[in-house]
Every structure is written in structure tokens, then in C-alpha cells.
């Protein structure tokens, strides 16, 4: 049980003859607390938070089936089956991470939301920004990252008519304060707020309402006049811009090239011998090259 109990972020100590309790109290998000802090756009979204769920995007997808998901941002303390892309999970702490997915209703069919991972990707670091977390980086097409190392991801999902209307699914971890044990259970080099700002207390429920007040404004100019307004900006942030980097691709094909951004509708562009070749989304993943 301590083992689990640290794994997940959690301080027991033992009390003769009673057991163990939390060392420390924890901050738990609080809908009432990110509705006051959404003010005066309180009314925008439709909050909701879970103790446990298998998944956030899980959840939401499964209701979608039979009601109306547009607007229900859905937030989950702990998830037992959290996903990353490509079948991957994700792993998060209760209390040390934002894990949540927001429902999105777009009139528009798949191929206008090819590059809606990156609209979501920008949001999330200008929000950050905003809060005082300053120098996040974007890797296409859908990671956060500060000096390199991870600090949040996105999964969007979809379903709909290939012309449209579609549903959005819009999954998001963000790494808040990991501890040790969080950090060796993860298979890459992970960054997280509360390194970014040492000595500061961080107020998820503050933070969360701040995210999405911005994931509103982006998704409705999104709605209105897609990704190419948000490239330039997304591309500043780029953190392998004019980088040379391998795309490993799924056939287990390697390409070799020069990072040259991203075009409108958000696929990869990259000069490879003289070549500019173009990756989709979803299609490939980066590695930098040794």
C-alpha cells in the first residue's frame, strides 16, 4: 500500500495503533472554486469533477454516444486508464496533476481538424504563460515541453461525418508537481510546474479555470477561421524548428531532414535532401538525430 500510496503522489505516516494518515493535506479541485474563477465566462462551459474515472476522454466519448458533450469540460482526480497517443498511458498523481478532456461540437468535417492538436498545444502555453510559467516549447504535434522535457500532452479524438458536423474530444495532462517515484515510473524526461516556479503554491482549480478560458477563445477562433492565423504563433514556439530530426515512420521507414514548421493545415514540413516532404499528423513520431 505505501508503495502505491507514494507512486501516486501521496505522504502516509504511521500512527501507532491506527494506521497511517496523509502527512500532508491535499489541494483537490473544486467545481465551485473554477466556476467563481471563470467569472464573468462562467457560462461558457459546463463543469464537472470526478474523484476516479478509468479515463476523462473515456468518459466523455462513451456519452457522446447518446447526449450532448459540446462545452462539458470534465476533470478527474485520479484516472486508472489515463491515454496518451498511439495507445500510450499517462500517467498522473492525485493532487500533482490536471488531468481532464473538454467536449467540443465543430460544424466542420475531420479534414478542417487535422491541426486542432496544435491549436490546443498553443492555448495551453499562452495560458501557462499568462499564470507565470514562462518558456514552454511545442514538439508537433501535441506535447508540451520546458528545457526539454515533458510537461503536458494532448489526445483529440473524433467522431462525426467526414463533411461535418464532428465531435471533439479533447484530452489534456499536465504535470503540476511529480514526485520521485511519479518521475521513475515514466519512460521519458519529464518537467513540471513546480519545478518552473520553486517556493510557489500552485492553485490548480485557479489554474485549471485560466486553461480554459483560453481553450474557449482558441477553439472558437478555430471554429471560425482554422489553424493558418495560429501558425506563425504556434511556429515560434516550435521546439524543433530548423532542427535536424529523424521521422520515424510507421512502416518503420526513417527519414532524415531539416525542421521547416509547419504548413495550414499543420502537417510537419521537412527539408530532406533538398526535398520538402510532408508529415501528417498523427502519421509519425520525432526523434532528434544523434
Same mark, same amino acid.
Not at 265 to 279: C, I, K, M, N, T
Given at each position: ?5 507514494? /507512486? ?8 501507532? +495503533? ?27 462551459? $459546463? ?8 479515463? *476523462? ?6 456519452? %457522446? ?14 484516472? $486508472?486508464?489515463?491515454?496518451?497517443? =498511439?495507445?500510450?498511458?499517462? *500517467? ?6 490536471? *488531468? ?14 487535422? /491541426? ?6 498553443? %492555448? ?9 510559467? /514562462? ?16 510537461? +503536458? ?8 461525418? /467526414? ?27 519529464? %518537467?513540471?510546474?513546480?519545478?518552473? *516556479? ?7 482549480? #485557479?489554474?485549471?479555470?485560466?486553461? #480554459? ?7 472558437? #477562433?478555430y471554429t471560425a477561421a482554422g489553424f493558418a492565423p495560429l501558425r506563425a504563433a504556434w511556429q515560434r514556439r516550435h521546439a524543433l524548428q530548423k532542427k535536424t530530426v529523424q ?6 521507414? =526513417? ?11 499543420? #502537417? ?7 526535398? =520538402? ?14
Amino acid at each position: 500500500m505505501l508503495k502505491e500510496a507514494g /507512486a501516486a503522489g501521496l505522504k502516509l505516516e504511521r500512527q501507532p +495503533g491506527r494506521g497511517y494518515r496523509l502527512q500532508d493535506a491535499l489541494p483537490f479541485l473544486a467545481r465551485d472554486a473554477i466556476v467563481r474563477a471563470l467569472e464573468p465566462q462562467k457560462g461558457a462551459l $459546463t463543469i464537472e469533477i470526478a474523484d476516479v474515472l478509468d479515463s *476523462t476522454s473515456s468518459e466523455l466519448t462513451r456519452r %457522446a454516444a447518446n447526449g450532448n458533450i459540446h462545452r462539458v469540460l470534465l476533470a478527474a482526480e485520479c484516472q $486508472t486508464a489515463g491515454r496518451g497517443r =498511439r495507445g500510450r498511458g499517462w *500517467t498522473s498523481v492525485i493532487g500533482g496533476s490536471l *488531468t481532464f478532456s473538454l467536449g467540443w461540437r465543430f460544424e466542420q468535417g475531420a479534414g478542417y481538424l487535422s /491541426a486542432l492538436p496544435l491549436a490546443v498545444g498553443l %492555448a495551453l502555453a499562452e495560458a501557462l504563460e499568462v499564470e507565470g510559467f /514562462a518558456g514552454i516549447e511545442l514538439k508537433w504535434p501535441n506535447d508540451l515541453l520546458h528545457d526539454g522535457r515533458k510537461l +503536458g500532452g494532448i489526445l483529440v479524438e473524433l467522431s462525426g461525418d /467526414a463533411l461535418g458536423p464532428s465531435i471533439a474530444v479533447i484530452g489534456i495532462g499536465l504535470n503540476v508537481r511529480l514526485p520521485l517515484l511519479a518521475r521513475r515510473e515514466i519512460e521519458q524526461a519529464v %518537467a513540471d510546474l513546480a519545478s518552473m *516556479t520553486p517556493g510557489r503554491t500552485i492553485d490548480r482549480n #485557479a489554474l485549471l479555470a485560466r486553461i #480554459a478560458m483560453g481553450l474557449v477563445a482558441m477553439l472558437e #477562433a478555430y471554429t471560425a477561421a482554422g489553424f493558418a492565423p495560429l501558425r506563425a504563433a504556434w511556429q515560434r514556439r516550435h521546439a524543433l524548428q530548423k532542427k535536424t530530426v529523424q521521422v520515424m515512420l510507421p512502416d518503420g521507414g =526513417r527519414v532524415r531532414g531539416e525542421v521547416h514548421g509547419v504548413d495550414a493545415d499543420g #502537417a510537419l514540413v521537412l527539408d530532406s535532401g533538398g526535398r =520538402r516532404l510532408r508529415f501528417v499528423s498523427g502519421e509519425v513520431s520525432l526523434r532528434r538525430r544523434p
